[in-house]
């Protein structure tokens, strides 16, 4: 499906031996070392002939393109290639991290390294690794020359933002932690010094109206000293923007356990009261029965909710069924996994699994597998092992890490092993906190919301969602909001 609309514009000279040879919206740039072309991305598919045009209305020929270098993989700036490829025998470079992309329409020559140059006749082009907007986005860095004078053009391959969105990260099975590589990238990226900025979308560098000025301009458009900093600054507060939007327009309201505060909690009376309060997610815990059945309760005893003595683990299902949970007058079975699924996987609301003996992660991984459910579903713990062995098992699903505290150890190990979402307790939330857990990547969940105080506090503070008992009561918050 295509989302965009573009026109072949009519091909220019920016500065030097720097030409721009894209459309009105996919960058592809030219540089005439004297010892044949490079060009700096292509763009997508379709935009092969325009370029091949393009070069043409400069005088040029494809067949003399020698290198073809890719900011990124995505389809807007690598797709073309194949084709000029086919017609030039250009030499391509690519970060490894991003081939998954080229969809197989080529395989790059050389896989982009961070400090790799490229040299070619007059021109000496350096890379660095800028990841963010995908893994493998680079920034380029070379000398051009105008008028005897020597100034440094630079592109940072990566600055779209829209593609660290929870759900296109969440769609394409890519981490948050993409944000926080984001933020570090524009950090680094500041120290350079950038005379002449190229943007890898004509819109970032408003290339099209200096191109326009140039034809009467007495000094070059394209040279812009003070541009590269601030953009760095600019793409930051964007991020922390999106950020925060995407917090409260994505907000998860969670039922816990069900509207477990007027219902026997973990049944399907709780759970469709929850819903119907308003909540839009739910969060359940999963144990296995003596035979290996995933059922959905909470305690380590059975006491508690049902005067049953023993554990779920010391009954078979067969046997487990038939005990209520009760809450006052109210009383309901204890359900399988399956059967929650069944009921409510196809609704469109967030599910928090959370996996309370050891071993249940397969059981749960392979439930959310066989339902479809992986892009609304995170499976958390408080056992740590348990959520890395999940990891291992199902790398491809959302894991949350329920924790007391939240020290710079745990946030380093969650980062290390890739678990994003962050559940600290209620209690410790700051909104000072959200805000530089969000940009180290974490979605941030509360969990422990006892009072409305609480989870008033918790919501101003910008958390993704929350657990509540009383649905009904954060539904009333978030519609005032
Ligand atoms: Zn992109």
Known sequence: MKTYVQNQVKPFRMIGNIYYVGTDKFSCHMIDTGEGLILIDTGAEENAPMIVDSLSQLGYDVADVKYIVHSHGHFDHSHATAEIVRLSGAKTWLHKDDVQYLKGLFVPDHYTEHGD???????????????????????????????????????????????????????????????????????????????VPLGNHPYHTHTLKKAALAETAETNPFIDPQWWAPFMDKLGAKLRE????????????????????????????????????????????????KDGVPVLFHDNTLARMTGKEGSVADYTYEELRWFWVEKGILRDRIPTLQAFLERYAD?????????????????????????????????????????????????????????????????????????DELC???????????????????????WGVADTALMERAYTAGVNGMTVNFPDELTALTKEN
Do not use: C
Request: aromatic share 12%; net charge negative; hydrophobic share 40%.
């Open 117 to 195: 140059v490229l040299t070619l006749g007059n021109t000496r082009i350096e890379f660095i690794h800028a990841p963010g907007h995908t893994l493998g986005t680079v920034a380029f860095f070379f000398d051009v020359e105008e008028n005897g004078v020597t100034y440094r053009a630079g592109m940072f391959g990566g600055a779209g933002v829209n593609q660290l969105k929870k759900g296109f990260l969440r769609r394409y099975g890519l981490s948050y932690f993409l944000r926080d590589m984001f933020f570090k990238t524009l950090e680094m990226l500041k120290n350079y010094q950038v005379d």
């Open 242 to 289: 999106v950020l925060k939007e995407e917090a409260k327009e994505k907000f998860v309201n969670y039922a816990h356990r069900g509207a477990s505060q007027y219902a026997p909690e973990n049944t399907i009376m709780a759970f469709d009261l929850g819903l119907s309060m308003g909540a839009n997610g739910i969060e359940t815990d999963i144990q296995l029965t």
């Open 347 to 419: 609704k469109d609301i967030t599910f928090a699994l959370e996996l309370k003996t050891p071993g249940t992660y397969k059981a749960v991984a392979d439930a959310v597998r066989s339902f479809g459910i992986r892009l609304k579903t995170v499976v958390t713990s408080f056992n740590y092992e348990e959520l890395l062995a999940l990891r291992a098992y199902a790398p491809e699903l959302s894991a949350g890490y329920l924790t007391k505290t939240t020290d710079e150890e745990i946030l380093e190990n969650m980062r290390r092993d890739g678990i």
């Open 424 to 446: 600290p307790k209620a209690e410790e939330i700051t909104a000072e906190k959200v805000d530089a857990w969000h940009e180290m990547g974490f979605n941030v969940r509360a």
